[in-house]
């Protein structure tokens, strides 16, 4: 019996979640990287599919055999930028057309938008699905391990903030992104240790979202207001941190992992499409960019 699609339903969040979890581990075993972290918290997962089943159906379709999901497409649009949060495949129906049909469905969906992004792993098919679908890649680092502490300077210009601070992110975002999204910073800031830190000091304002694994978003008017969130950031993490989506237009993330000796390696490029704000200065959330 051959897959067919139908939109996502609330219902689904579980099973899809469950399937993104074996599609990505089945990917980090073909590469050697069994030895990476895998989720921290399933719930916040499952959460984020319910989040935009809700916020974006017509951009979260599923692909499915015999009654079970084999898989799964969650896209969201903001404002004029339309974002591609997830396309897994069960690892068995792989190479079964299917993740190219979904691709195609959220497409449908990103008609209206002036520009598209997707945070892509480093799996080769996928890169070539996205390139064939009019996607450009920007190539990327991620940072990963303990903070030198030695290194941490010792500004206050950065305060924590709280749910009053999301208009200051949203400007921010308008700004660096083109597209504010309040909705979906609320729904990081949810997770288990996630803090809201803020910088507005006059025409220099600048926001990041953290947790105890590294930092999950961040966006300020100009460079050294990133550095100081980034650095804030870092002082906060656990033992060990990771800083993901650092593209040539982030030089003052790069010049901050090297300052705080953490290890370096290329990762799974973005792929944009259309017009996009300049995303910088900018690290990305890998869901929901």
Avoid: C, K
């Avoid at 984020?48 to 497409?73: C, F, K, Q, T, V």
């Avoid at 003052?252 to 290329?266: C, D, H, K, N, Q």
């Amino acid at each position: 019996m051959a897959w067919s699609l139908r939109p996502l339903r609330d219902a689904d969040a579980e099973a899809v979640e469950a399937l993104a979890t074996r599609s990505f581990d089945e990917l980090g075993r073909a590469a050697g990287r069994e030895d990476e972290p895998g989720p921290a918290d399933p719930a916040a997962g499952v959460a984020r599919m319910r989040h935009l089943i809700a916020s974006d159906p017509e951009g979260a379709w599923g692909a499915e055999r015999e009654g079970a999901l084999i898989g799964a497409a969650l896209a969201l649009r903001r404002g004029s930028l339309w974002v591609l949060s997830l396309l897994a495949v069960d690892p068995p129906h792989q190479n079964s057309g299917a993740g190219r049909a979904l691709l195609e469905a959220t497409l449908d969906y990103a008609r209206p938008s002036r520009g598209a992004l997707i945070a892509a792993s480093d799996d080769p098919r996928a890169i070539g699905l996205y390139g064939r679908a009019g996607f450009r890649p920007l190539p990327t680092l991620f940072a990963r391990g303990a903070v030198d502490r030695t290194a941490l300077p010792s500004g206050r210009e950065v305060r924590d903030g709280d749910e009053s601070d999301l208009e200051l992110a949203s400007g921010v975002d308008e700004a660096v992104r083109g597209a504010a999204r309040p909705q979906d910073l609320e729904l990081l800031l949810a997770g288990p240790g996630r803090r809201l830190l803020i910088v507005d000091r006059g025409p220099a304002r600048g926001y990041a979202v953290t947790g105890p694994d590294g930092v999950r978003v961040l966006g300020a008017t100009d460079a050294r207001t990133a550095r100081a969130l980034l650095w804030a950031a870092l002082a906060h993490a656990d033992n060990e941190t990771m800083l993901f989506w650092i593209t040539h237009a982030q030089p003052w993330a790069f010049e901050v992992a090297l300052a705080a000796r953490l290890a370096l390696a290329p990762a799974g490029p973005l792929m944009v499409r259309g017009r996009i704000g300049p995303f910088a200065p900018f690290l990305p959330n890998g869901a929901l960019l």
